[in-house]
Structures are given as C-alpha cells and as structure tokens.
C-alpha cells in the first residue's frame, strides 16, 4: 500500500487526539489540549460557555485578505466497546491500529468519527507548504448526544461564512444536506413484586448483532438487540414461569443496539427447558438475519445474585408488548431523492429505574413536519401503554443548496483532481452543519470525509488510503479561496 506523504502526518496528530478520553459530555480534557495547543502555535482560541472552541489561524503569506474558511469538526466520540472489552473509556487512551488498508482499534469505537476532523484541521494549520485564506478551527462538544455543542453556539461565535465540515464518511461524496432528529425517553410505570421463592436467577444475554450508525446503517435492516430480546423473552413467556427482575439494553441514542439482557428468575426444574427453547427461539432468529447479523446470539447464563424484586406478571406482560410496539427502523423513503430514506427512528437504549422502564427512541427525517409527526406517533404509543414521553427540542434538517458557489467550485477541484464527478448527495445521518447554518445566516456549507465503515460501533474502521485523497481535495479548496480577495 503506497502511502501519501500526508498520511503519516495526520495520523501522527490523531494518534495523539486518540491519547486523550473524550466520550460525550466527557470532553474537559481535550479541551484543554487543544487550548494549549492554540497557545503554543499562537493561534488565538475562544471557548464559549459550553466548551465549543474556535481557533483562528491567518492566512498564508499575501492570502491574509482572502474570505475566512472554518473547518469544523466535533471533539467527542461514541464510546462502544464488545462485552468482553476491559477498556475503560474515562482513563485508557484508543489506539488505533493499522489493519491492511484500514485502521482500526482493538475492541472499541475507533472514534475516527469525528477525531480525523481535528487531526486533519490541525495539520492544515501548520502546514508550511499549503497555501490557505484565514481559517477557524470550530470544534464543537457534545455532537454525538444531540448535537447540544452546535446547539448552544451564539451568534458571532464565528466569523467566516465559508464552512468545510470533515464529518461525512465517503471519500469522493459531498454531502449538502441532512436529516433533523428528535430524541424521545419512554417511560412505563412498573409494578414490582418479591421474587418467588426458591426459584433461581439467570441471564438471558441478546449479543453479537452488527449495530452501526442509526443514522447511516438504518436502511440495511440489522437486527436491534432490545428488539431480539423482547421477542424471545416473550416467547418464553408463553411456555414457561419466568419473572422479569431487570431489562437493560443499548448504549447511545445514535447507534443501533449490538447487546441487550435480561435478569430472570425461572424455577430450578425449567432452566434446561428455558435454555433449549431459547436456543430454537435463536436458530429461527438467526435464520433471519443471517445476511446482516451472522453473529447474533441468544444465551443464558448464571446470574450475579439472587434478584430480589421481579415485575409483576402484568407488569412484565406490558413492558415487553410496549418495547414490541415501539417502531424501529425506516418510517419513509424520500419521494424527491431516489434511495435516500426520510423518516426514521431507532429503538436505542433500554433500563429498568425507579420503578419504571425507561425506553430511548431516536427519530431522524429530512421533513420538519414528518420528523414531528412521528415522533408524535411515539409518544402517543407511550400515553397509550399508560405512561409518558419527554421529547428534546432536536436540531433541524440541513436544507441542501444545489447552487451554492462552494459546491460549484468543490465539484470542479475534485473532478480537476481525480478525473471524474464527486457524489453530491443529502444523508439520514444528522450534521452540524444543519444547526450552524441555522444560527449563522449567510453561512456557505459543504462536509467531506475519509472512508469510514461501522461507526459507533467496535466494528468501526477508517480507510488509511482516503486521508490523502480528502486532504488532498481540502487542500485544493483552500487554495483556489485563497486566491480570491475578501467579501
């Protein structure tokens, strides 16, 4: 594999970027790192009240009039790891590990998504030889939440009105659009019991499903865990005594849920009986998603302590018939965008506490009304069951602008550069750029990226060989707006 001579560089910075934990709403410490590193190079950083900061960098020699181009990015990363993971997100650092052509992390989120932004922007900063306009560096906190970072920016925050995200997944793509979203939390009052007496305590585990991004993996039909495990517990339930002591499942509102489980109390002479049914219930599961999820798996396994408290049979009855009438998955397909899906949500995370079950559902669409509408539908599901919903305020869809001067341009340095058109597309996933336009009127708004499979999930990967091509094409933008005078 012949490298760029790039590559190494950018690595290099992201290598470090990786060093530092940065999960969601964790981001204290990467902020500190990056004020320090504005210091150290005599950038001037502004930080607002929730942590976003903006660097600015003058443009190279005699391009110091040209129009201000921020390059913006996202600090915090999903922080997904296998069952079997000792990792500890709060102190050990990723590192990352070349794979062939792709690089990977052992076990865990890479957090390519979104750490080679800042990696690549810094570089761009520094770089000796590349002819650039003034830059901002906008690293905003706490994307992979809700997007609340871009959320709280103020008016002003930032000066330029030429924006380059380098969050989009795809080498040779330009994204120009996306979806809005919507979180809701479902909450379900339980009533709890003592468990039966004498009866034993198991696990019954929902794992090895493909997960992925919510937003970009919600299409291809992946098995959810929560949903794996309502389904055989409900079958269970028909056949044998079961008592629910606990229900968990999922780990963030954006990415489809890989493990989900139950805390069981069965009596001692049906645990054989529950471990076979269940392991039909997974054989005929399995047959399902054998194209999408091969690794799906359903197994029981001794419990950590004796439960002391179960749901009632009621309770237990209405708590999985809520979690199996819960919507997953793609609502609606666009009518103006061939293969480009409008409406969904995804069932994300799942608990039982205080007494209640409380049940995540994530919507995205392109459609402000629709994006309403179903999240609507949700929460009337939840008042249905008996009892209710609290929904975020969400962040809105990134309209695209087919006419946009930066656009035009983008697509003629990119074909200029590798002999052929650049994907102009609108995607499922939520950007940044969707809000910062919002707040920033004016704004002219393209997002690149380097190759990235299965974020938000230890599957995720990032193709080494797209680096060189993006900054190859990052580099070209910033030249030719170098070379224009000032707004």
Known sequence: MSTHPMTPQILEWFDRISAIPRCSKDEARIIAWLEQWAADNGFACRKDHVGNLAISVPGSEGCQGAPIVVLQGHMDMVCEKTPESTHDFATDPIVPAADGEWLTAEGTTLGADNGIAMAMAMVAALA??????????????????????????EPGFIEGRLLINIDSEDEGVITVGCAGGIDTMLYLPLELADAPAGWSTVQVLAGGMSGGHSGVDIHLQRANAIRVLARALTTLSDELDLAIADLTGGSAHNAIPRDAGAVLCVRPEQRQALETRLGEVAAVIQTEFANTDPK??????????????????????????????????????????????????????????????????????????????????????????????????????????????????????????????????????????????????????????????NPHSPDEMLHIPTIGMVWDFLAAILAEIASRPAA
């Open 296 to 453: 799906l798996f359903l197994a029981v396994r001794d419990a950590d302590a004796p439960a002391p408290r179960v749901l009632s049979p009621a309770s237990a009855v209405r708590a999985l018939d809520f979690i199996m009438a819960v919507p997953h998955g793609v609502a609606a397909m666009s009518t103006d965008i061939d293969g480009l899906v409008e409406t969904s949500n995804n069932e994300a995370t799942l608990a039982i506490e205080d007494g209640r079950l409380a049940l995540q559902s994530s919507q995205r669409s392109s459609v402000v009304s629709r994006l309403q509408a179903h999240t609507r539908r949700i929460e009337g599901l939840a008042r249905l069951a008996g009892g209710h919903a609290e929904s975020g305020n969400g962040y809105p869809p990134w309209q695209p602008d087919m006419d946009s001067e930066l656009l035009a341009s983008a697509k003629r340095i990119y074909t200029g550069l590798f002999g052929k058109d650049p994907v102009v597309e609108v995607i499922h996933a939520g950007l940044e750029c969707g809000i910062i336009g919002d707040r920033t009127p004016g704004m002219d708004m393209i997002s690149i990226g380097p190759t990235i499979r």
């Open 128 to 153: 000796t030889d590349l002819v650039h306009p003034p830059l901002e560096l906008l690293f905003t906190v706490d994307e992979e939440t809700g997007l609340t970072g871009a959320n709280a920016l």
